[in-house]
């Protein structure tokens, strides 16, 4: 069985300061994925980045970067030079790369970028 | 391709009566997934489907939940009766079986029951 944990309350971070995000997550498959998704006040989902559990290099897209240590099973998602529009709910999720992959998700986490 | 696209966004209907949510995801995409979003509980998978087959439903909480995906193109989530703790944010998803490939969700279904 698959289990991401997202335990931070609620984050705040200074404008232009970087925040991690953390995820830890539970699996017995060999082969996996990672993912972290934002959801602004809006609703929409919206996809940041992904970290493949072969993946030698953490994952980085822009401003994300994704900071892997398998052997602890976590799977921080760094945000640099944070913008008022990052305020928003952020999601870890993973899913096995085998056949039949199931999507789950963490609770998420609240982020709220001051001025 | 115009993304996963659901139906209504928008769904306020009386205790009892039933709700059919629908979903079209992205034309090639293999796997679908029907989520539930709450404060409470957070962002549940209710069930997902692989090249239209339900692989796995154990998230549906109850029997008055049922899902369908008669086709690549389309696919169903039916309460039926609908009572108002059902109230919440059904979103679904698609994505593209193989690595790297990201969940695509729609903009989401907001139900209300009264």
């Known amino acids: 069985a698959q289990k991401i944990t997202q335990t931070q309350p609620g984050m705040f971070v200074q404008e232009k300061e970087a925040v991690t995000l953390d995820c830890t997550y539970d699996t017995s498959d060999q082969s996996y994925g990672l993912f972290w998704y934002k959801q602004p006040s809006s609703g929409e989902m919206i996809f940041l980045i992904y970290q493949g559990s072969y993946d030698e290099q953490n994952a980085t897209e822009g401003r994300y970067s994704l900071n892997f240590q398998k052997a602890r099973k976590s799977a921080n998602l760094v945000i640099s030079a944070s913008q008022l529009g990052d305020s928003a709910m952020y999601f870890c999720a993973m899913t096995s790369t085998g056949a039949n992959s199931k999507l789950t998700f963490g609770k998420g986490i609240t982020l709220s970028v001051r001025p | ?114």
């Open chain 2, 1 to 114: 391709d115009a993304g996963v696209i659901q139906s209504p966004r928008h769904e306020v209907t009386e205790m009892g009566q039933e709700v059919t949510l629908r979903c079209k995801p992205i034309s090639g995409h293999d796997y679908l997934f029907w989520y539930r979003q709450t404060m409470m509980r957070g962002l549940e998978l209710l069930i997902y489907f692989n090249n239209n087959v339900p692989i796995d439903d154990s998230g549906m909480p109850e029997d008055r939940f049922s899902a369908k995906m008669p086709n690549a193109s389309f696919s169903t989530l039916k309460i039926q009766p609908s009572e108002p703790r059902d109230s919440a944010v059904y979103f679904c998803a698609s994505s593209l079986s193989g690595k790297n490939t990201e969940a695509f969700f729609g903009q989401g279904t907001r139900l209300t029951v009264v």
